[in-house]
T-cell receptor
Framework: GAGVSQSPSNKVTEKGKDVELRCDPI?????LYWYRQRLGQGLEFLIY????????KSGLPSDRFSAERTGESVSTLTIQRTQQEDSAVYLC????????????FGDGTRLSIL | AQKVTQAQTEISVVEKEDVTLDCVYE???????LFWYKQPPSGELVFLIR??????QNEISGRYSWNFQKSTSSFNFTITASQVVDSAVYFC??????????FGQGTTLQVKP
């Protein structure tokens, strides 16, 4: 498809398990972002990859969260030792380089920690 | 610090009414971008508009219009003759020096038939 693709759509896991969320950006978009949206709330920035520059990790809430991106393609957000407060929708967005470029979002991964 | 405030948590209107969604932002940067996104019940975020800090010209797109006023740090969004399909959560967002979007808390708009 032409849009940002995220998988899985839904993930239910037990507290303490590790999870990996995947994002496939729009082809040609060199910037990629991860956000978290808790129920009924706005989006919180997590991490930002821009081309070959060092990622901006300033939004990661703890060292249990990490993300990787290979070149200008797929990104993986990993949450280790999940906690119930990690339950949220995790949204990925991509854009062309340039801070005024609109970010295009995927449908998100709904993560539920039991 | 940068911040976006959407003071209206929920708005309910009857179809065909006009409705304005308020957005107030804070930043010390002179160069920044403002955005509006729509999040319908299906969940996906849809980009609606971008405005840069040097362009205060208002914009109209069909039933949608945006009023950007730097003097009051506001970027309000008006839907004219609202329709049921406009029911969604609307987010205002800001970008300054880095690429990350700073979102407001969102306004839930319910348009009743």
């Amino acid at each position: 498809g032409a849009g940002v693709s995220q998988s899985p759509s839904n993930k239910v896991t037990e507290k303490g398990k590790d999870v990996e969320l995947r994002c496939d950006p729009i082809s040609g978009h060199t910037a990629l972002y991860w956000y978290r949206q808790r129920l009924g709330q706005g989006l919180e920035f997590l991490i930002y990859f821009q081309g070959n520059s060092a990622p901006d990790k300033s939004g990661l809430p703890s060292d249990r969260f990490s993300a990787e991106r290979t070149g200008e393609s797929v990104s993986t957000l990993t949450i280790q030792r999940t906690q119930q407060e990690d339950s949220a929708v995790y949204l990925c967005a991509s854009s062309f380089i340039g801070r005024g470029q609109p970010q295009h979002f995927g449908d998100g991964t709904r993560l539920s920690i039991l | 610090a940068q911040k976006v405030t959407q003071a209206q948590t929920e708005i309910s209107v009857v179809e065909k009414e006009d409705v304005t969604l308020d957005c107030v932002y804070e930043t010390r940067d002179t160069t920044y971008y403002l955005f509006w996104y729509k999040q319908p019940p299906s969940g996906e975020l849809v980009f609606l508009i971008r405005r840069n800090s040097f362009d205060e010209q208002n914009e109209i797109s069909g039933r949608y219009s945006w009023n950007f006023q730097k003097s009051t740090s506001s970027f309000n969004f008006t839907i004219t003759a609202s329709q049921v399909v406009d029911s969604a959560v609307y987010f205002c967002a800001l970008i300054v020096r880095t690429g990350k979007l700073i979102f407001g808390q969102g306004t839930t708009l319910q348009v009743k038939p």
